[in-house]
């Protein structure tokens, strides 16, 4: 079974200020891992995926996530918000090496604030 | 353009009315998922096809159905069993990597 937990509903930053937006996951086999970007009332937008060739992923907009296996850790970072980055961040699980089309389970999201 | 489009952006229903919503990709994707959303909950899977003519059930499929007559379409529709249907509607594609790539919703509300 996979879940995803992600921590702190709402996270508020100042423009220029480290973005840090946390997500554990649970898996009993191998994940990938994703971060999907949600605007008001648009789709979701992928960010950036892990797919075990590097575990610093770097993806749109600046952002970037580190696997921690250990930790069971996939945490969003970007140096500096800008408040455009304002927007409902998702962290998503899927098992790794299934041979098909896998489900994606995701976390509640994170929305993130950014203030002048 | 490649992409996912669904259609329409906002639909009304009235208590008891069957509504279907459309999604259509023209990525050349195998699989294509339906996901309800809600506010402070994520993402909910409903229905889900891996190919044409054949869908499975997700988390939540009551109260739902769908059809997958070619590998284009995959349209929703929430029917009078569904009992708290307002909500954000998402429709997503994708091929064998487990990439999904997600369409602009539909906001249904119920009157």
């Known amino acids: 079974a996979q879940s995803v937990t992600q921590l702190g509903s709402h996270v508020s930053v100042s423009e220029g200020a480290l973005v840090l937006l946390r997500c554990n996951y649970s898996?009993?086999?191998?994940?990938?891992l994703f971060w999907y970007v949600q605007y008001p009332n648009q789709g979701l937008q992928l960010l950036l995926k892990y797919t075990s060739a590097a575990t610093l992923v770097k993806g749109i907009n600046g952002f970037e996530a580190e696997f921690k296996k250990s930790e069971t850790s996939f945490h969003l970072t970007k140096p500096s918000a800008h408040m455009s980055d304002a927007a409902e961040y998702f962290c998503a699980v899927s098992p790794m090496f299934s041979g098909g089309y896998n489900k994606l389970i995701f976390g509640a999201g994170t929305r993130l604030a950014v203030h002048p | 353009d490649g992409g996912i489009t669904q259609s329409p952006k906002y639909l009304f229903r009235k208590e008891g009315q069957n509504v279907t919503l459309s999604c259509e990709q023209n990525?050349?994707?195998?699989?294509m998922y339906w996901y309800r959303q809600d506010p402070g909950q994520g993402l909910r899977l409903i229905y889900y096809?891996?190919?044409?003519?054949?869908?499975q059930k997700g988390d939540i499929a009551e109260g739902y159905s769908v059809s997958r007559e070619k590998k284009e379409s995959f349209p929703l529709t929430v029917t009078s069993a569904q009992k708290n249907p307002t909500a954000f509607y998402l429709c997503?594609?994708?091929?064998?990597?487990?990439?999904?790539?997600f369409g602009p919703g539909t906001r249904l509300t119920v009157l």
């Open positions: 898996s009993s086999v191998p994940p990938y």
């Open positions: 990525l050349n994707h195998d699989a």
């Open positions: 997503a594609s994708s091929m064998k990597d487990s990439t999904q790539y």
């Open positions: 096809s891996q190919i044409v003519n054949d869908f």
